[in-house]
């Protein structure tokens, strides 16, 4: 439904765009400031942050 889409399209995206654009320091920041590593996402297939990932970098960064 619309609202479905809507209220998922509202979720926070910050640190799946961080970690899809292998921004490790970002990744780090956010996960510091509390971001939650397991929420999946609509607009990344629905996985999780880590999956998005492809760097070792980013990865190591949600290993910290």
Known sequence: TEA???EAEAL???LHTAAAA???EEVARL???GADPT?????HGFRVAYDVGRSKA???AFRR
């Open 22 to 24: 292998g921004d490790a």
């Open 39 to 43: 929420l999946r996402h609509v607009s």
């Open 4 to 6: 479905a889409e809507a």
């Open 12 to 14: 926070p995206v910050a």
């Open 31 to 33: 996960l510091a400031e």
């Open 58 to 60: 980013v990865r190591n």
